[in-house]
């Protein structure tokens, strides 16, 4: 039997190991330890659970909804799953309809009164407002047949990010923790919230933010670090292993994401790419070139019993500066 190890199956389907060890931690996709052998590895069970994963990913079924998929031995439940999306995604179809079929009316009265001294009310012109009420909604004949190029080109187009944020961090005083080796997050992320439990920093600091990156980031090998950032008051004194730090803040474009969807920072990536705008600005931390993740409502997370606590959102943060 074939084995592959978590950088040879990060590689191979462009998946980042930190969302291939998310799998594994909420139990999607265990990887296994091989007798004699420090790194996981995955068999070919795996890499074919991991292609369906995938392929349900780009079909738009969310994470929770792919675990009851596997967990479905009958098959039923994936029936129900699919129909509960093809109900969203009719929804959003109409929705989509609505506004092409508006627009197209704003255009047609455009228009007719083109080159005339006329204005158009958009909110008051009786005509187009009572046509907003009695929209109809076409129905197209789908093909039944798609191919996976199909699938990707649809994909894509769905994916690109229309919810970037701008946004400037000021500096602030970090708490530190930092580990390099196997489960980097998890290990790193024990001294961190050791520390902010141990002295309620939550209490002391409500509006306090927590920030991750990787430290150094992997690169082919299966040994990567990160390190967590958490904000403390600015004459705080920090226990070892913990180490103080002075963050200089700076303008970030950020894009949320569900706590696993890691996938999606290449799309933020191709946002800044893209952008007429603002163009990368690589600085401290130069784990990750400057970038980084928030993980959002940490009060609320470190309020919650230890064993409860679930960071359930990130923001992702890549460091700008205007063109």
């Given at each position: ?192 919230s050791k520390f902010i439990r141990s002295i309620n920093l939550q209490k002391m600091k409500p509006d306090l933010r927590v920030f991750g990156f990787n430290n150094p980031s992997p690169n082919g090998s299966e040994t990567y670090g990160y390190e967590f950032w958490v904000t403390i008051p600015d004459d705080l004194d920090v226990p070892q292993p913990l180490v103080k730090k002075h963050f200089a803040g700076g303008l970030y474009a950020a894009h949320c ?67």
């Open positions: 039997m074939k084995f592959m190890t978590i950088s040879e199956v990060s590689k191979t389907f462009h998946v980042s190991t930190r969302m291939l060890r998310y799998y594994d931690g909420i139990g999607l996709l265990p990887s296994k330890r091989r007798k004699n052998y420090a790194y996981r590895v995955y068999d070919e069970a795996d890499v074919q659970r991991l292609q369906q994963i995938l392929i349900l990913r780009k079909l738009r079924i969310p994470l929770k909804k792919i675990a009851l998929i596997f967990d479905d031995a009958e098959q039923i439940k994936i029936i129900e799953v699919f129909q509960e999306s093809i109900m969203e995604l009719d929804k959003e179809i109409s929705a989509l309809q609505t506004i092409h079929d508006i627009l197209c009316m704003f255009i047609t009265r455009l228009n007719s009164i083109a080159h005339t001294k006329i204005k158009l009310d958009l909110l008051n012109d009786i005509e187009i407002m009572d046509a907003i009420q009695t929209l109809s909604f076409c129905k197209t004949n789908l093909k039944e047949t798609y191919s996976m190029n199909d699938l990707k080109k649809a994909n894509e187009t769905l994916s690109e990010l229309k919810d970037v944020r701008i946004l400037y961090l000021p500096p602030c005083s970090v708490a530190s923790s930092h580990f390099i080796g196997e489960n980097p997050e998890d290990e790193a992320g024990k001294s961190f994401i569900n706590m696993g969807d890691f996938h999606e920072w290449k799309l933020l990536v191709q946002w800044v790419e893209n952008s007429t705008e603002y163009e990368f600005d690589i600085r401290e931390p130069f784990g990750m070139g400057g970038c980084l993740e928030e993980h959002l409502n940490a009060y609320s997370y470190f309020e919650a019993d230890e064993k409860m606590a679930k960071f359930i959102q990130v923001d992702l943060l890549t460091p700008i500066k205007v063109k």
